[in-house]
């Protein structure tokens, strides 16, 4: 896909913006922004947030582990969406366990949020002319492999 993006990219008009349907993991989005791309849609963050896989600043988590059965921490101490504001790891666990429909909502709700604030952040770095610094930074702070 990044090769592609390299060889197709530069041929597009400069003066529309560049989509890219169907993509994709957080790091997915650095790398296509990295190669030209504006915008993307994508279902991976609410079908993950509906299986209990969440996006976090420090990688991703499957709230399913039994280790967050007792885990009174938010799904990310650095995110300020209300999921993360009014409930604990151990909570939602619980509610996933339970077959509660809220431990889905709650965890879409924070995956949202959690691409949305990932794509302001993207804008002001490009705005500021920084974007390879956050890049890197963030790819470090996940710790992901594109899985
Ligand atoms: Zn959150």
């Known amino acids: 896909m990044y090769q592609v993006l390299e060889d197709v990219v530069p041929y597009l008009p400069q003066n529309k913006p560049t989509y890219l349907m169907g993509v994709g993991t957080p790091e997915n989005i650095l790398e296509a922004v990295d190669r030209g791309v504006d915008f993307f849609d994508c279902v991976l963050p609410s079908r993950n947030g509906r299986h209990a896989h969440v996006y976090t600043s420090a990688g991703k988590l499957n709230l399913m582990n039994a280790k967050h059965k007792t885990d009174d921490s938010p799904i990310d101490p650095k995110c300020d969406c209300p999921a993360c504001r009014r409930y604990s ?7 996933f366990k339970a077959k509660e429909m809220l431990a889905m909502r709650l965890c879409v709700l ?6 949305n604030t990932m794509m302001e952040e993207i804008r002001l770095a490009l705005d500021e002319d920084r974007f390879p610094e956050y890049k890197k930074q963030k790819l470090e ?3 992901i492999s594109g899985k």
């Open 141 to 143: 702070d996940f710790k």
């Open 89 to 95: 790891r151990a909570y939602i666990h619980h509610l």
């Open 110 to 115: 924070h995956n949202l949020h959690f691409y």
